[in-house]
């Protein structure tokens, strides 16, 4: 692959004090890592968390690092949400205890959300904490899992129900590995941008309605603009609430609640995560039209936009009761409470307590 020009590398700032770092967005970036971040230089190895998808992008990656005289290993995982578990964790555990690893080991998550949370839970506590860098190559990843420094794995009675907050030194974002980014995968990366423009920015929602034929082509232009601000988005709200703290962050879990609890009763892999959120992002709107938060005209608007994209509108064949249950043990609910994030007008949402629980039984219905 073609190396990389600094000049034309988009470099976005998450401002956490000690703890910030730098997401690069550009083409060509996996080709030489090392030479990103100054500071991945000074590590003793690199461990390579690479989903198989991938096997050849994290090939090259971990030659860089060779290349540079830094050691390290790639370690394959097979594609899926069932590998984000403490089973794969401990494998991994094993093989960096038999690696000798030590505090100035980096791990290097390469794949897709999956990786990088998995990664990331487990560079978070091997060690009481290993530096990571994360290198995301599905679209979802890239505006949502590999910034903010959520990490974790899931529990059969919940996704992501044990996890840490572990900040990455570095994120890099190489667009061209979307180039082979099979379609499902791509537009479900798509719902997590549609809300942001939902939750934070209409210039961006319009722009999705507007450009959406160019953006399912994968124009270049388009493609750095919607990663781009997405990524802007979420480093200003992380920047702001970087532990759920202040409830701002709460804000980025719109249409999560319910996508949850989709994801824990159909399995794990029925739906992917961004599939999963769309239909959620719909069922909080509907139920905001419910309770005259919004109108109808925002509904469908939302709805149209996700069509357009070829992502689920309607709630799975699923017990609805189920899923309330399953909201219920949500981490943001309080007490079994239900904490729900809905719109109030396009650009803006809240979070709301206490919500009638047979309004949410007709909204997922």
Avoid at 173 to 187: A, G
Avoid at 271 to 290: D, K, Y
Wanted: with cysteine; charged share 25%; aromatic share 6%.
């Amino acid at each position: 692959m073609a190396g990389f020009s600094k000049d034309s590398v988009s470099r976005i700032n998450v401002a956490l004090a000690e703890r910030s770092y730098e997401i690069l967005i550009g083409e060509g970036l996996t080709a030489s890592v090392p030479d990103l971040n100054a500071g991945l230089l000074s590590a003793t190895r690199a461990f390579v968390v690479c989903d198989k998808n991938v096997e050849k992008t994290g090939s090259r990656i971990l030659e860089s690092f060779e290349s540079k005289g830094i050691k390290g290993s790639l370690n394959l995982l097979p594609p899926g949400e069932n590998q984000k578990c403490l089973e794969t964790a401990s494998r991994l555990y094993d093989l960096l205890v038999d690696e000798k690893a030590d505090r100035k080991t980096l791990v290097v998550a390469v794949g897709g959300g999956v990786i990088g949370d998995l990664a990331g839970f487990v560079a978070s506590t091997f060690n009481r904490g290993l530096k990571l860098f994360m290198i995301p190559t599905t679209l979802l990843s890239m505006v949502d899992s590999s910034v903010g420094g959520k990490v974790g794995v899931n529990h059969p009675k919940g996704k992501n129900l044990i996890g840490a907050f572990h900040q990455p030194v570095g994120v890099a974002i190489d667009i061209s590995t979307l180039n082979t980014l099979p379609e499902r995968e791509f537009k479900s990366g798509l719902a997590e941008i549609v809300k942001y423009g939902v939750i934070l920015d209409p210039e961006l929602f319009e722009f999705l309605e507007r450009e959406s034929q160019a953006i399912l082509k994968r124009s270049r232009e388009a493609l750095i603009h919607i990663i781009k601000r997405s990524c802007e988005l979420k480093a200003l709200v992380v920047s702001k609430d970087e532990r759920e703290e202040t409830g701002l962050r709460a804000i980025l879990n719109y249409g999560h609640t319910y996508a949850h609890a989709f994801e824990t009763e159909g399995g794990y892999g029925m739906w992917l995560h961004g599939e999963a959120v769309s239909a959620g992002m719909v069922s909080a709107a509907r139920l905001a039209v419910g309770r005259s938060m919004v109108g109808a005209d925002f509904l469908e608007r939302l709805k149209k936009l996700l069509k357009a994209f070829g992502l689920p509108v309607e709630s799975p064949k699923l017990d609805p009761r189920k899923l309330l249950e399953i909201m219920r043990n949500d981490k943001k609910s309080v007490q079994g409470r239900l904490r729900l994030v809905l719109p109030i007008k396009l650009g803006q949402v809240d979070t709301f307590d206490g919500i009638p629980e047979e309004q949410v039984l007709a909204s997922l219905e």
